[in-house]
């Protein structure tokens, strides 16, 4: 099992930048693909970044594509979400989320999840 602690939003101007962050307990959190999801009001949770076990392979939603890097770190059982050229349109809360086996861009493939932690960015 997985519970993850979400961190790191915070109140931006567009054109900045902010670093969110995921820290996992549980002795077997290699073994899990990591993904990002956000949601802004009114509007369904949606994809925006995943990892493999291991790191090497990244995947990224369209809209965030170039702007936001995600990475891990399984010997601090953490993970990244580096978000940079912030845009108003990227104002939600965002949601660290783990699965066993291969990443998915489909929240309901994901058992767990934090709490959340808002994002949002000023024109």
């Known amino acids: 099992q997985v519970q993850l602690v979400d961190s790191g939003g915070g109140l931006v101007q567009a054109g900045g930048s902010l670093r969110l962050s995921c820290a996992a307990s549980?002795?077997?959190?290699?073994?899990?693909?990591l993904a990002w999801f956000r949601q802004a009001p009114g509007k369904e949770r949606e994809f925006v970044a995943a990892?493999?076990?291991?790191?090497?392979?990244?995947y990224y939603a369209d809209s965030v594509k170039g702007r936001f890097t995600i990475s891990r770190d399984n010997a601090k059982n953490t993970a990244s979400l580096q978000m940079n050229s912030l845009k108003p349109e990227d104002t939600a809360v965002y949601y660290c989320?783990?699965?066993?086996?291969?990443?998915?861009?489909?929240?309901?493939?994901?058992?767990?999840w934090g709490r959340g932690t808002q994002v949002t960015v000023s024109s």
């Open positions: 549980g002795r077997t959190f290699s073994s899990y693909a």
């Open positions: 990892v493999s076990w291991n790191g090497d392979n990244t």
């Open positions: 989320a783990a699965r066993f086996g291969t990443y998915m861009i489909i929240s309901t493939a994901y058992i767990y």
